[in-house]
């Protein structure tokens, strides 16, 4: 089994940034991919970035030139840099691993608020 833990989400302004953090139990490249995804109040979850075991990077429209993901293989960890946040990114941030094989873990989730 992989525990992911997220830390990182908090209150900010809108156009304030914040970094999210994705702590895995065992070695990133373990996985295919890892990312992150969202799910703001009444909405299905949505994909956000992704981060491949090769290091490509992909990002979602509404976040490509904002958010940055980012990995540290020593510490086992993906990161989620974001800026210029608007109170439409408002949502909890759930971190994604996929592996070479079937299914995926999940994290527990950690909220974003971007409110004034």
């Known amino acids: 089994q992989v525990q992911l833990v997220e830390s990182g989400g908090g209150l900010v302004q809108p156009g304030g940034s914040l970094t999210l953090s994705c702590a895995a139990s065992?070695?990133?490249?373990?996985?295919?991919?890892m990312g992150w995804y969202r799910q703001a109040p009444g909405k299905q979850r949505e994909w956000v970035a992704h981060?491949?075991?090769?290091?490509?990077?992909n990002y979602a429209v509404s976040g490509k030139g904002r958010f940055t993901i980012s990995r540290d293989k020593d510490l086992n960890t993906v990161y989620l840099q974001m800026s210029s946040l608007k109170p439409e990114d408002t949502a909890v941030y759930y971190c994604n691993a996929s592996p070479f094989t079937a299914g995926q873990y999940w994290g527990q989730g950690t909220q974003v608020t971007v409110s004034s």
């Open positions: 065992r070695s990133i490249f373990n996985f295919n991919t």
């Open positions: 981060i491949t075991y090769g290091g490509r990077t």
